[in-house]
T-cell receptor, first 113, second 112 residues
Framework: DTEVTQTPKHLVMGMTNKKSLKCEQH?????MYWYKQKAKKPPELMFV???????INESVPSRFSPECPNSSLLNLHLHALQPEDSALYLC????????????FGPGTRLTVL | SQKIEQNSEALNIQEGKTATLTCNYT??????LQWYRQDPGRGPVFLLL???NEKEKRKERLKVTFDTTLKQSLFHITASQPADSATYLC???????????WGAGTKLIIKP
């Protein structure tokens, strides 16, 4: 299985809502990532988990809260988002160490009203 | 700070010709450079990786070169097809913390 799955595909939420994005991989990768991507821009790294521990947090606002329950799952909890947070949220995974490609999921298209 | 530039926002190529995309970087000595393809509304898909001590890498109709003196990578698609139309992103891996630095991408349009 060489696939990263993400749910939901689309999400519309109000600024007072709480929602979660989910990501799953079964490739045995021990590094997992959350990216945010705006239209016509490259992916912007938000968080990196290695061995289920948060190793990189790119100064992301606290209204985004990541969680890695086990080596296959990655969640992104959303609370009190702003309209400017509307974007494509991508999950990726890879083996640890250098020289490793990242496998991306299809993304969740998030719209904050 | 690290800067990555990809040659143009969009590139139009006639079907059957070779498409050449450029990735230039400054200030860092990347250990690896990767190329990805991204279709609208989808996640990037890995294409090729080239190491700093490699000059060229090939995969089917794709070829990547890496010139650490010029701080440049070229990505070639030979015998281009309309199905090759997509945005192509280069990404540098500069240290061992799994973080990639991404270029803005080049939108490639192959016209029949």
């Amino acid at each position: 299985d060489t696939e990263v799955t993400q749910t939901p595909k689309h999400l519309v939420m109000g600024m007072t809502n709480k929602k979660s994005l989910k990501c799953e991989q079964h490739m045995g990768h021990r590094a997992m990532y959350w990216y945010k991507q705006k239209a016509k821009k490259p992916p912007e790294l938000m968080f990196v988990y290695s061995y289920e521990k948060l190793s990189i947090n790119e100064s992301v606002p606290s209204r985004f809260s990541p969680e890695c329950p086990n080596s296959s799952l990655l969640n992104l909890h959303l609370h009190a988002l702003q309209p400017e947070d509307s974007a494509l949220y991508l999950c990726a995974s890879s083996h640890l160490g250098g020289n490793n490609e990242q496998f991306f999921g299809p993304g969740t298209r998030l719209t904050v009203l | 700070s690290q800067k990555i530039e990809q040659n143009s926002e969009a590139l139009n190529i006639q079907e059957g010709k070779t498409a050449t995309l450029t990735c230039n970087y400054t200030n860092y000595s990347p250990a690896y450079l990767q190329w990805y393809r991204q279709d609208p509304g989808r996640g990037p898909v890995f294409l090729l990786l080239i190491r700093e001590n490699e000059k060229e890498k090939r995969k089917e109709r794709l070829k990547v070169t890496f010139d650490t003196t010029l701080k440049q990578s070229l990505f070639h698609i030979t015998a281009s097809q309309p199905a090759d139309s997509a945005t192509y992103l280069c990404a540098l891996e500069i240290n061992s913390n799994y973080q990639l630095i991404w270029g803005a991408g080049t939108k490639l349009i192959i016209k029949p």
